[in-house]
């Protein structure tokens, strides 16, 4: 628009009688943090459904749902709707779970066995079309051996199971007629046990909980929390900053923004959220070992983190973060050696061409590498990628894509990939790159194969032993590093813009965690506001 | 002339059919997969066994005649469908939704004539003085304005540099849809939209006005020494109000696409939002119903300036 025209729209709009009426001077009224009982938020990612078979909170991450299990804030499982924590036969193959009593649906009918039986069968009926079925595909059966007693039958020895009962328990007189769940009223109507109630969802607006004053757990102090939804990252962090919101989810460019103003803090989490790249075996390029190889050491992971990230990342080698403490392998690290890279590649017989670009017998070390157009950050890290790449010899095209088209290309061309959990390396890793996985949909989408790895994370899965799975898990590691089937490039630190101090939200019960791929104002400073108190 | 709207109603009813049949197949041919917005990130944990399942449960393969046939069998029985990107009935997204829409396009375009008669009035009133020439040239660079741009530039200025209005969205975050916060939330909104469909109809009016004022009855009456309100409002102007209205009428798709991209960019929660949710997801039942409910209003309009038209001028005449 020139300016000439923008005065005169302005003219015409100001000329306006009806506005002249309306423009009162701005006296917007922010939520005061004074008001400690309500809580105002904005989120970039509004939930299409709120059906925990759906994919709504199934890492716990949930004011109005409970799991039989919970997280907290060491990652840790305790019991939420399990009176205890659920205890394994001697095979690790059934899972038994005593109940907790005296628990009631927002609706008033009380919590039993049935309900939960009645969810996890409603979630492996196909008839549900249940978005969550392949995590739970283990379960061959679900049975209530008393009224407070449920068992859970897996189809092998499998000692990460308690970490799949974080699912959103819901009534059984909601699931007794079978059919998909996208028609269920509880996608927009939920009823769970949780320690809010939604109160109001506007779609594509807002969305308000108020605390469930017959919770469990004991009524939360903060009554209600108003969560709305502002896709674009600049007009979430613009309406922050004119006191709408209380806090946000922004990217860390954005969050910085807000370093050093008054009244604003920034919280960063860590995570288990990695970015990396899938290498398609099939690919003649991306498939040979030392191309993988040389790629993990030309990659200059501190380099993106600080230049992209505005340092709100830490490198990554592998999927097992280093906040997994207690499984993280020391060493398994690549250094960052462009040298080393390219002697790699020279000993595997991959040498410059008259184009600068490396080759052998005939094949020029080129591939295309793809990412979600969409996606920025991914973007980012893409093009660092493809310029690390090119200085030892290795010619990296980008595209661009929406996923419709990214899927039937991921046999053959490379893709910046996002996931992640902090929670157990078996969900952070099995999948990801087990040879059983290869290819099946978005799970191992490289077919990486690798005997060694294989053993491992069966080793991993299968014995509930600590200290058999700490080493097992270890060794996964060193055999996945001597033979890279992808580069892992860094593990995001998820940002968030706060009005306050984060000592007012410490003394208010915040507590810091590390968080899995998935991120938003149920997760960050506010996972656990059920826990906070008004008066500090 | 009930013969006359009769008939159009009859023939109303194959152009839906045909444009519902036209999103179907265009939806058809486009790219998308609603596999991907029906599974959100579990695409990326799901296996290939179970989506492929969940495909056929949804009956997402479909052919897409016999799609638009269950389609079109539901209809008949009163069934709109179920949305699948709102995960809601289409009913329940027309309730909740059409309403804010109407009350957005209604306003605008009654700001639109109101614009129209006041600016159009004073400016053939005075030809050629200061503010004809303003209005004028103001009108010509905002028909080649696009409305987005126009809503953009409203939110750069009114709500981010001066502060005066909010920026967007039906009420402050957590407040009530009290009447004080939506009114406070559509004036922006509605000033863009009612600015933006303005200035064909001041040329319009402007334009026929001129003519008006040159005619034989309109200087026997300045003959007669009636007053000039009287000469302009009570003899000119009727003669020239005729052909705005045949030009409302024409203008109604206008001002359909106009409340799109005015309620996208001000996150007005009007249908806006959902089409373009149903367009990305594939979301058949959404998109037709929502394609349907346009047509029908652009028909409806048209319609209805022509019966106007038959009404106020007694020169005219339903054909046949």
């Known amino acids: 628009m020139s300016p000439l025209t923008r005065r005169s729209v302005v003219v015409a709009l100001c000329a306006l009688?009806?506005?002249?009426?309306?423009?009162?001077?701005?006296?917007?009224?922010?939520?005061?943090?004074?008001?400690?009982?309500?809580?105002?938020?904005?989120?970039?990612?509004?939930?299409?459904?709120?059906?925990?078979?759906?994919?709504?909170?199934?890492?716990?991450?949930?004011?109005?749902?409970?799991?039989?299990?919970?997280?907290?804030?060491?990652?840790?499982?305790?019991?939420?709707?399990?009176?205890?924590?659920?205890?394994?036969?001697a095979d690790a193959r059934s899972w038994?779970?005593?109940?907790?009593?005296?628990?009631?649906?927002?609706?008033?009918?009380?919590?039993?066995?049935?309900?939960?039986?009645?969810?996890?069968?409603?979630?492996?009926?196909p008839a549900s079309a249940s978005t969550e079925t392949t995590t739970y595909s283990m379960v061959t059966g679900v049975s209530a051996l008393d009224p407070r007693t449920v068992r859970f039958d897996l189809a092998f020895p499998y000692a990460a199971f308690p970490h799949r009962l974080t699912l959103g328990v819901l009534p059984s007189e909601a699931l007794a007629e079978p059919g998909p769940a996208e028609k269920s009223p509880l996608t927009t109507k939920p009823i769970g046990t949780g320690p809010y109630r939604l109160a109001e969802w506007r779609k594509g607006e807002r969305m308000v909980f108020e605390a469930n004053d017959s919770y469990w757990g004991g009524a939360s102090q903060v009554r209600r929390i108003t969560v709305v939804f502002a896709t674009d990252d600049n007009t979430r962090a613009q309406r922050m900053t004119s006191g709408e919101f209380d806090g946000t989810v922004l990217p860390p460019g954005l969050a910085h923004t807000f370093d050093g103003r008054a009244g604003y803090s920034v919280i960063s989490?860590?995570?288990?959220?990695?970015?990396?790249?899938?290498?398609?075996?099939?690919?003649?390029?991306?498939?040979?070992a030392a191309v993988r190889l040389a790629l993990n050491h030309a990659a200059n992971r501190q380099g993106m983190i600080d230049a992209l990230l505005m340092g709100e990342g830490e490198p990554a080698y592998t999927p097992i973060a280093p906040a997994l403490a207690e499984y993280a392998e020391p060493g398994a690290t690549f250094a960052y050696d462009p040298d080393r890279a390219r002697q790699i590649l020279q000993q595997a017989g991959w040498v410059?061409?008259?184009?600068?670009?490396?080759?052998?017998?005939?094949?020029?070390?080129?591939?295309?590498?793809?990412?979600?157009?969409?996606?920025?950050?991914?973007?980012?890290?893409?093009?660092?990628?493809?310029?690390?790449?090119?200085?030892v010899g290795l010619d990296v095209r980008l595209e661009g894509l929406g996923w419709e088209a990214i899927e039937p290309r991921m046999g053959a061309d490379a893709l910046v990939l996002g996931g992640g959990n902090p929670f157990d390396p078996d969900l952070a890793s099995y999948a990801l790159l087990h040879s059983s996985f290869a290819a099946d949909g978005f799970n191992n989408p490289g077919s990486y194969v690798n005997p060694r790895v294989d053993a491992a994370l069966d080793t991993g899965r299968r014995s509930?032993?600590?200290?058999?799975?700490?080493?097992?898990?270890?060794?996964?590691?060193?055999?996945?590093?001597?033979?890279?089937?992808?580069?892992?490039?860094?593990?995001?630190?998820?940002?968030?813009?706060?009005?306050?101090?984060?000592?007012?939200?410490?003394?208010?019960?915040?507590?810091?965690?590390?968080?899995?791929?998935?991120?938003?104002t149920g997760w960050g400073p506010w996972w656990n506001l059920e826990d906070w108190k008004v008066s500090p | 002339m009930r013969q006359m709207v009769a008939r159009r109603l009859a023939f109303a009813v194959p152009v839906l059919v045909l444009v519902a049949l036209a999103v179907f197949l265009l939806?058809?041919?486009?790219?998308?997969?609603?596999?991907?917005?029906?599974?959100?990130?579990?695409?990326?944990?799901?296996?290939?066994?179970?989506?492929?399942?969940?495909?056929?449960?949804?009956?997402?393969?479909?052919?897409?005649?016999?799609?638009?046939?269950?389609?079109?069998?539901?209809?008949?029985?009163?069934?709109?469908?179920?949305?699948?990107?709102?995960?809601?009935p289409v009913v329940e997204v027309l309730v909740q939704r059409v309403p804010w829409s109407l009350l957005l396009a209604g306003t605008g375009l009654v700001l639109a004539l109101v614009l129209a008669l006041v600016l159009g009035v004073l400016t053939a009133w005075r030809q050629g003085g200061w503010l004809d020439r303003a209005v004028t040239a103001t009108a010509h660079a905002l028909?080649?304005?696009?409305?987005?741009?126009?809503?953009?530039?409203?939110?750069?200025?009114?709500?981010?540099?001066?502060g005066w209005l909010p920026a967007g969205g039906l009420t402050d975050a957590g407040a009530e849809p009290t009447f004080g916060q939506v009114a406070r939330h559509l004036v922006l909104p509605v000033a863009v939209l009612g600015v933006s469909q303005a200035p064909w109809l001041v040329l319009h009016l402007r334009a026929s006005l001129l003519s008006a004022l040159a005619e034989d009855h309109v200087i026997g009456a300045r003959a007669r020494g009636l007053a000039e309100h009287v000469v302009?409002?009570?003899?000119?102007?009727?003669?020239?109000?005729?052909?705005?209205?045949?030009?409302?009428?024409?203008?109604?798709?206008?001002?359909?696409?106009?409340?799109?991209?005015?309620?996208?960019?001000?996150?007005?929660?009007?249908?806006?939002?959902?089409v373009v949710s149903a367009g990305l997801d594939l979301d058949f039942p959404l998109l037709a119903a929502i394609t349907l409910l346009t047509t029908a209003a652009v028909l409806l309009g048209a319609l209805l300036a022509d019966v106007a038209v038959l009404l106020l001028d007694p020169r005219v005449r339903a054909d046949g």
């Open chain 1, 17 to 89: 009688p009806v506005l002249a009426a309306c423009s009162a001077p701005s006296s917007t009224s922010a939520p005061s943090s004074a008001a400690a009982e309500q809580l105002g938020l904005a989120d970039g990612y509004e939930p299409e459904s709120l059906h925990p078979l759906l994919g709504y909170g199934t890492e716990g991450a949930s004011r109005i749902f409970d799991g039989l299990v919970a997280y907290d804030a060491a990652r840790q499982l305790q019991p939420a709707l399990a009176a205890e924590l659920p205890s394994p036969s």
């Open chain 1, 96 to 125: 038994t779970v005593r109940l907790r009593d005296g628990v009631t649906f927002h609706d008033g009918s009380s919590f039993e066995a049935a309900d939960v039986v009645a969810t996890y069968r409603a979630l492996l009926d």
């Open chain 1, 269 to 288: 989490h860590r995570s288990a959220d990695y970015r990396t790249l899938m290498l398609p075996t099939g690919n003649p390029v991306t498939g040979d």
């Open chain 1, 352 to 391: 410059p061409g008259p184009d600068g670009i490396r080759q052998r017998a005939g094949q020029p070390a080129r591939f295309t590498l793809m990412y979600p157009a969409s996606d920025t950050v991914r973007k980012d890290l893409a093009q660092a990628l493809a310029s690390d790449a090119r200085a």
């Open chain 1, 464 to 520: 509930t032993d600590p200290t058999a799975r700490a080493q097992a898990y270890r060794e996964f590691q060193r055999a996945y590093l001597a033979q890279p089937g992808m580069v892992f490039l860094v593990f995001l630190r998820h940002t968030y813009a706060i009005t306050g101090s984060e000592q007012d939200y410490r003394a208010r019960g915040y507590q810091p965690i590390i968080e899995p791929h998935s991120h938003g």
């Open chain 2, 27 to 88: 939806g058809a041919a486009s790219p998308f997969d609603p596999i991907f917005q029906y599974y959100g990130v579990g695409i990326f944990t799901a296996s290939a066994a179970e989506v492929a399942r969940v495909r056929e449960t949804l009956n997402l393969d479909a052919p897409v005649l016999v799609q638009f046939g269950q389609w079109l069998g539901g209809l008949a029985t009163g069934d709109l469908g179920h949305s699948r990107s709102l995960r809601q």
């Open chain 2, 143 to 162: 028909e080649g304005l696009p409305s987005f741009v126009l809503a953009l530039g409203a939110v750069a200025v009114l709500a981010l540099g001066l």
């Open chain 2, 232 to 274: 302009v409002l009570r003899h000119a102007l009727p003669t020239a109000l005729l052909p705005l209205v045949n030009l409302l009428g024409a203008r109604l798709p206008e001002l359909v696409t106009g409340a799109v991209l005015v309620e996208v960019v001000f996150s007005w929660p009007g249908i806006a939002s959902a």
